[in-house]
């Protein structure tokens, strides 16, 4: 069973510029959350999204979205990047129900300069 | 305001020895994973505990439960150079209508096995 794929593996931008992250979850698993991981401030929670509808969200600014597709595939973006945004982004899939367990992706490196 | 405080924050030892990481929180959890994350990684799901008291082994790794389902532990017997990686607790709650619940990470034990 293929996990859960996030491209691309790693990112560099300039301020002020704008980017999009992937993620394909675990065939069959509906849910899929997002997580900002950085030194300082370890994993944070930005959202949650099932079935193309955002279940749950974190205390991150409004430059922070995304959304699902049909697929469950998910994609994150980022507006008005900042060098405060620099981290690693993880995806993380779940099944529709009764699981405590997430698998995560490798994550997307990004770096802002 | 973190909600689970992960001890020690480092943690280096010798190859053989046992160690504890502990994961504290004033908060009650419907459950608690344990997760270990490698460089350029991320977190892989160790164990997952729900019930207060309950405790899991997952062969040299021994993971507990607090009776009150605010804190948990994780026992690492005779440690090895694979055991290496940043530790993390997640504690669930909040649950949505749809039955997932958001996680709320620790602040992470980063353990190093000295071959």
């Known amino acids: 069973k293929a996990g859960v794929t996030q491209t691309p593996r790693y990112l560099i931008k300039t301020r002020g510029q ?67 945004d620099s981290a690693l982004y993880l995806c993380a899939s779940s099944p529709w129900t009764g699981n405590y367990g997430y698998t995560f992706g490798s994550g997307t490196r990004l770096t802002v300069v | 305001t973190q909600l689970l405080e992960q001890s020690p924050q480092f943690l280096s030892i010798q190859e053989g020895e046992n160690l504890t990481v502990y994961c504290n929180s004033s908060s009650v959890f419907s459950s608690l994973q344990w997760y270990r994350q490698e460089p350029g990684e991320g977190p892989v799901l160790l164990v997952t505990v729900v019930t207060g008291g309950e405790v899991k082994k997952l ?45 709320t990470f620790g602040t992470g034990t980063r353990l190093t096995i000295i071959p």
């Open chain 1, 18 to 84: 704008q980017v999009t992250l992937s993620c394909s979850p675990i065939s069959g698993h509906r849910s899929v959350s997002w997580y900002q991981q950085t030194p300082g401030q370890g994993l944070q929670f930005l959202f949650e999204y099932f079935s193309e509808t955002q279940r749950n969200k974190g205390n991150f600014p409004g430059r922070f979205s995304g959304r699902q597709f049909s697929n469950s595939r998910s994609e994150m973006n980022v507006s008005t990047l900042e060098l405060g």
């Open chain 2, 59 to 103: 062969k040299r790794l021994t993971f507990q439960f607090g009776d009150a389902r605010k804190d948990s532990s994780l026992h690492i017997t005779a440690a090895q150079p694979g055991d290496t990686g940043l530790y993390l607790c997640a504690g669930a709650r909040g649950r949505t209508n749809f039955g997932n619940e958001k996680l």
